[in-house]
């Protein structure tokens, strides 16, 4: 994680529009994230937040008026793990598809040590549950060195000893002067001010 | 921590297809076991006699390896969707059209390759005489690597539907045909003694021309397909 990036601007967003199936999900909707700063966005089931990450990542890229700009690397972390039950937990974080780091082998061991895999390394990925597929996911943020972290419901699936060590991992990511945007309906313990987003059709 | 080159970052994708691919050796094996059955049934339907099949033989060695080739063409993207691989792929900074090539180059490597290596079993047992082998192979070689990157674009494009299978079929089935049209020809001008080369040369422009083109709409495809 770079240290440099804290105050600058690391994500813009100006004037998003987005109707689905109808109905406006949201409009008008700028937001401006800088070093340092965590964003959650909440609203109810269907308020467009998962909509919302997914524009400003760059995954959706029709449908909707407004500007995003990019200025860094971004790691998203989606709904689906994009872990492959083929390979073993190392082969899916060193042959990753979205083009991250090279990472060496002692880099992604202690990765996956620090989200509690330590030991399953190298069996097939289809013997784990859902919830260390969540995990071996999770273990690319202690890889990362993108400094804006788009997660979308990031504690799905995953227990109560991960969550407080995922939120300490957030909070460390944050005060290293990195920027996180996530949707989630929990409720973050980190010691630090937490930006709101709420989409409920309308904008506040 | 650098990112990868271009270059690594798509060996990388190649040895990992090529790895998930030897990891489910039946997908590997599909194909070429199509490709005996339906070569199999043929003298049973046309009769045994040596001389008939050798004739039939270039015709029926191409269509059955342009079908075996056809039944696979919709797995390219089709798990990496499914478990959210794609949508890093997408995001990843390395330019997608080589990513797309990669992701072809390994399904080449698993389908086409092999249907050439074992299409002179076949053809012996189809009667083809033995001095057109090498242009049946040299022909599969060049006409499959063709099919893999036309099928890779309907892949892309129907990668989002739960039952694509027919509709790539309608969607590339066409584009199918001058590769299926000059492989049988260069195969059967084999036969007949004489040159393959201009059939050869056509296919290779074929080959040249898809891989200029087709990764840059199979990535098109993809972009659509994911934002659905």
Redesign the interface.
């Known amino acids: 994680m770079s240290t440099n990036t804290a105050g600058t601007l690391l994500l813009a967003a100006k004037s998003l529009c987005l109707e689905r199936g109808g109905r406006e999900l949201f409009r008008d909707l700028s937001l401006e994230v800088h070093g340092g700063q965590l964003w959650q966005i909440e609203g109810p089931n269907g308020a467009g937040k998962t909509s919302l990450i997914r524009i400003l990542?760059?995954?959706?890229?029709?449908?909707y008026t407004g500007q995003v700009q990019r200025p860094v690397?971004?790691l998203?972390v989606?709904?689906?793990?994009?872990?492959?039950?083929?390979?073993t937990p190392r082969?899916n974080l060193a042959?990753?598809?979205?083009?991250?780091?090279?990472?060496t082998d002692a880099?992604i061991e202690s990765a996956l040590a620090r989200v509690g895999l330590y030991g399953y390394e190298d069996v097939p990925s289809h013997t784990l549950s859902a919830g260390q597929h969540r995990r071996v996911n999770l273990a690319r943020l202690f890889?990362s060195?993108a400094p804006v972290w788009l997660l979308d419901e990031p504690f799905t699936a995953i227990d109560k000893s991960g969550i407080d060590e995922l939120q300490s991992l957030l909070a460390a990511h944050v005060a290293a002067g990195g920027a996180v945007v996530m949707t989630s309906h929990h409720t973050l313990r980190v010691d630090f001010e937490v930006r709101f987003l709420h989409l409920a059709g309308s904008v506040t | 921590?650098?990112?990868?080159g271009i270059w690594?970052?798509c060996s990388?994708?190649l040895?990992?297809q090529l790895?998930?691919a030897v990891?489910?050796p039946i997908d590997i094996a599909n194909p070429l076991l199509f490709f005996a059955m339906v070569v199999a049934l043929f003298p049973l339907g046309l009769g045994p006699e040596p001389e008939k099949l050798a004739g039939f033989a270039p015709g029926v060695l191409w269509i059955t390896a342009l079908l075996s080739h056809l039944l696979t063409s919709d797995s390219v993207f089709r798990?990496?969707f499914?478990?959210?691989?794609?949508?890093?792929?997408?995001?990843?900074?390395?330019p997608l059209y080589l990513?797309a090539l990669a992701y072809i180059g390994a399904h080449w490597l698993t389908t086409g390759l092999l249907l050439a290596v074992v299409s002179p079993l076949f053809a012996l047992m189809l009667n083809l005489p033995v001095a057109a082998l090498g242009v049946l192979v040299a022909s599969l070689l060049l006409g499959t690597a063709v099919l893999s990157l036309l099928g890779a674009i309907g892949a892309a494009l129907t990668v989002g539907l739960k039952r694509g299978g027919m509709l790539i079929s309608l969607l590339i089935l066409p584009l199918y045909m001058p590769v299926l049209i000059f492989g049988s020809a260069a195969v059967q001008a084999a036969v007949s003694g004489n040159p393959t080369g201009p059939y050869l040369a056509i296919l290779g422009a074929l080959l040249c021309l898809a891989i200029a083109l087709a990764p840059l709409a199979a990535a098109a495809g993809l972009?659509i397909s994911?934002?659905a």
Do not use: T
């Open positions: 990542c760059g995954l959706a890229r029709y449908g690397p971004q998203y989606g709904h689906h793990p994009a872990v492959k039950a083929l390979l082969e042959w990753h598809a979205s083009g991250a780091g090279l990472y880099q890889l060195s | 921590m650098s990112a990868p690594q970052f990388r994708l040895r990992r790895l998930l990891r489910r798990s990496d499914d478990d959210g691989s794609l949508e890093q792929l997408l995001l990843a900074p390395q990513s972009r994911i934002d």
